[in-house]
């Protein structure tokens, strides 16, 4: 009698989702699943129910060789509609996952880590290996829906809905007997098809709320440039980050309203210093236009005080336009383009006698 035979006669029969799980997961785990060309299903580690962006995912599996994250779902009705359904899952997943991969793969850890502490089993993946994972940027997934053994009898239609998906999501069932099994109808050529996933590489981008945006930014900016400005002070107020590096002006990214971004250099003193101030950096203007672009905005009477003769008598240098996603790719875009003002203006703002 085969190891898989032996093992359904043991199980317990199939009444909740819940018990499929942990017979994936326990299948998965032990590698005890062939798959075409004789490659064994295995993850080191698997977790169950893990609630991210609204959806509970019903296992996830990490093959550290591979390199790869499996996510199995499971649906226990074995009508064309609930077919349907796991496989619209897995797509809203796979979104999820292009949008938020980095996030997902966090709280797979954390996930992960509160089982090990329940269980008190065997910690296979340290926090800092995980961590060097996710910042490689990419990560592999395969994604397989899990039905029970009745559903052999709609092979054609699975296979169907298969091939109308622009990737493959690869198929397990469960016997009545609680066996998770790559053989739906036990017929080769038939199961090979069903069986087969693609394997889909996923770039992971942090994300940030604005607030944690504009501390990353502080963080990498001090990064980047308090060597060579062992002066460099940098403050963030609101929406609102600045880095001062030169008495009576600051260098800023403002969140502004209307979801747009302001980066420049501000003056901002009393009347007369400010037109000093700006008037050199004004004589300068076509080699700091040649470094930042011709776009930049030199605005020399910035603030009610030069209309009414009281309040502000303020000047800037500095560009708006419309705000993207706060990732770590945005992210870099602005701290760079900071710096660029830095390099283009300090050197002017040291002359200023």
Known sequence: MSKENKQTKTSEKITSEKIMSDKVQAAVLSGIMKLPGGNKLKCDIAIREMGFKSCIYDVIGYNKQENTIFIFECKLGTNITSIGQAFGQILGYKAILKESGYEFLLRFYEKYHEHVIKSKSWLKIKLEDWIEIVNTKKMNFKFFVV???????????????????????????????????????????????????????????????????????????????????????????????????????????????GNRIAIGMHIETDRKTTEKIYNVLVSNKKDIKRKLGKDI???GKWGKGWATGKGSFWARIYEESARKKFDENYLKDISERLKEYVEAIQPVLETVK
């Open 147 to 257: 039905f029970r053994e009745q559903v052999k009898e709609m092979a054609n239609e699975i296979i169907e809905i298969k091939n109308d998906q622009k990737f493959r999501i690869g198929v397990l069932s469960i016997t009545k007997g609680g066996m998770c099994t790559p053989h739906l109808t036990w017929k080769k050529d038939i199961d090979d098809e069903i069986v087969k996933s693609d394997k889909i590489e996923i770039n992971l981008i942090k994300k940030y709320s604005s607030k944690n945006f504009l501390e990353e930014l502080d963080r990498k900016l001090k990064k980047d440039l308090s060597k060579k400005y062992p002066n460099f002070k940098s403050s963030i107020w609101g929406n609102v980050f600045q880095i001062r590096l030169f008495p009576h002006t600051h260098y800023e990214v403002w969140l502004t309203k």
């Open 297 to 299: 905005i030199f605005d």
